[in-house]
């Protein structure tokens, strides 16, 4: 989903053609030359071909497993939602009105929210007056499409590296919510991929909050500049990006102390540590990320609203989501605000970030049994 990880420098690039070259190599070797030359070329295709496709089948196996994982993260919200829905349609024909006022229940108890679940059973109730969804398997999918919609427009909001300069993030979010934690996982994807990354600890607020983004920096292969406890942090931002000015960093992630959305003096801060960086390098912070913990539930939509107000939100990470059975947040902010989820957290390890794909999460909580 997010091609923007490899867009500046290419590396590990791909040493197995794809379709598109495999076949030009073959129409290539079937048109011209010698015989030996094309059954050579052919040869060539065929080993190409075998490899191509076993890459695919590993490509598919891996996806595969990916998809297990996540499932299995999400069990929690898996068994509060889909499972209930699963019990609650088991053995009945039709849909009736108890059907439906059981079925908006259990969508407002998994944290759809009274709205999301109100916009989503007004569509079904329409439908099945309309006599276009008779029976409670038609109804699973309808739901299904419907939240499907919520997702829409996000491919036009991917996160892209500007064409020069560095990428600068910034991260902010209220206490304990998995900011730093996130930072170093997103970090570890950029890293990986090649980018030359830069950490600024600007939460000064504690000395092991310090710690920990080194710690993490050091753990992915990041750069990381930071002061001591209790100093402004614009002004080390201030010293970051100087520091950056010599360097050729890709990406710059800023992680900020966590804040009440409601401290209006703390919402202030970040205001100016937006225009700080904003001064020092024209049209960043490129991404204003705000980290939210899928446990808190219901919470979340406020802390969305007013850090949006405050800063201007262009991007949301949803973490926890493997500790909570209220992953229906997810639904309910998609619904609520056209903000794209970028990644969401299952987990403390490294690896434990997925970039979030709207289709493949509805199916990871609707569907009972694993993909084929
Ligand atoms: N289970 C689980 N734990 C997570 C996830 N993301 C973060 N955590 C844990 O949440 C705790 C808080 O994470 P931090 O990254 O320190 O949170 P923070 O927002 O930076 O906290 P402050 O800087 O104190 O505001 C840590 O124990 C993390 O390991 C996740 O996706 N799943
Ligand atoms: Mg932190």
């Known amino acids: 989903m997010l091609g923007w990880f490899k867009k500046k420098k290419k590396i590990n690039e791909d040493a197995v053609p794809d379709a598109a070259e495999i076949s030009r190599q073959e129409k290539e070797a079937g048109e011209g030359g010698a015989a030996e ?109 419907r939240i499907l919609t919520f997702f829409e427009g996000y491919g036009d909001a991917e996160m892209k590296l500007p064409a020069t300069g560095p990428f600068v993030i910034m991260v902010i979010g209220v206490n304990g919510v998995g900011k730093t934690t996130t930072i170093g996982k997103i970090a570890n994807k950029f890293a990986r991929a090649g980018q030359r990354v830069l950490l600024v600890a600007a939460d000064t607020f504690r000395a092991a909050a310090i710690d920990q983004l080194k710690v993490w920096a050091e753990r992915v292969g990041a750069d990381v500049v930071a002061k001591q406890q209790g100093a402004d942090p614009s002004s080390v931002i201030y010293d970051a990006l100087d520091y950056a000015a010599t360097k050729d960093f890709d990406v710059i992630i800023v992680d900020t102390a966590g804040r009440l959305h409601t401290k209006v003096n703390l919402m202030e801060e970040l205001k100016k540590i937006k225009r700080v960086i904003n001064k020092k390098i024209e049209g960043a912070p490129h991404e204003i990320m705000l980290i939210l913990d899928a446990t808190t539930g219901q919470n979340s939509i406020s802390q969305a609203k007013l850090f949006n107000e405050a800063v201007g939100l262009t991007g949301l990470t949803l973490t926890k989501l493997d500790g909570t059975a209220k992953g229906g947040i997810v639904v309910n902010i998609s619904h609520d605000f056209n903000i794209p989820i970028r990644f969401i957290g299952i987990g403390e390890k490294l690896d434990d970030l997925r970039d979030f794909d709207p289709k493949e999460f509805i199916e990871a909580l609707f569907f009972s049994d694993s993909r084929q």
């Open 37 to 145: 030359i094309a059954s050579h070329g052919a040869r060539e295709t065929r080993d190409l071909m075998g490899a191509a496709s076993e890459e695919l089948a590993q490509k598919h196996e891996s996806r595969k497993g990916l998809f297990r994982r996540l499932q299995e993260k999400l069990a929690k919200t898996r068994t509060s939602l889909v499972s209930r829905v699963d019990e609650l349609f088991l053995g009945r024909k039709e849909i009736d009105a108890e059907l439906l006022d059981e079925l908006e229940e259990i969508l407002i108890t998994a944290d759809l929210g009274v709205n999301t679940t109100l916009d989503l059973l007004d569509e079904i109730r329409g439908r099945v007056t309309r006599k276009e969804l008779e029976d409670p398997q038609a109804l699973k999918l309808a739901l299904k499409e």
